[in-house]
């Protein structure tokens, strides 16, 4: 038989069944289980969430007190894990809400690391040339970006590959406004 495909990857936190403390583990979603170690090595197996049939959602409520918190809800358990920042948390909420459906042979499209994603921010403001040149030049090392202005519209549209989270964390500290495309 076949080895179920891994379809994600990374660090999360994850609060414990019976002692309620919280910690970092590496988790990697495989098929339709979720499985978390003690780190990246995957040489310890801390436990496996079984995702068929479970369903995710967002802690809106602050009910755990962490943000960027979900709550994979399954038949036995309720485990609260944390994300690092809300892109990663959308993207771990989409994958896992895919893995819970998935079976054998059944392919799950989206990347699955940062560098094999495609992404496109907007970032408006007072555009002119030496802005379109300034934004190119603060994501030009976070990979393959190509940027355009729309002097109509007052923005530059940036597109490729390259961590979202990052460049707008770097654009919204030079003091541009970012938003998704």
Not at 119 to 128: F, N, P, R, W
Request: proline letters at 3%; a negative charge.
């Amino acid at each position: 038989m076949q080895e179920a495909p891994v379809f994600k990857e990374g660090w999360l936190t994850k609060q414990g069944g019976f002692i309620r403390s919280w910690k970092k583990r590496w988790f990697v979603l495989q098929g339709n289980k979720l499985h978390y170690y003690l780190d990246q090595s995957k040489q310890q197996l801390q436990g496996t969430i079984p995702l068929e049939g479970s369903n995710v959602n967002i802690d809106n409520d602050n009910v755990h007190g962490k943000e960027h918190c979900l709550e994979i809800v399954t038949a036995s358990r309720t485990y609260p894990i944390v994300a690092q920042d809300a892109p990663d948390m959308e993207s771990w909420m989409n994958f896992i809400l895919k893995a819970s459906l998935w079976q054998p042979g059944l392919q799950i499209s989206g990347p699955t690391k940062i560098e094999d994603a495609t992404a496109t921010m907007k970032v408006k403001g007072m555009m002119s040339e030496c802005c379109n040149k300034e934004i190119q030049q603060l994501v030009s090392g976070m990979g393959n970006v190509k940027c355009d202005i729309d002097m109509d519209k007052d923005i530059v549209v940036i597109s490729g590959r390259f961590d979202r989270g990052k460049a707008k964390m770097i654009l919204e500290d030079a003091g541009y406004f970012v938003y998704d495309a």
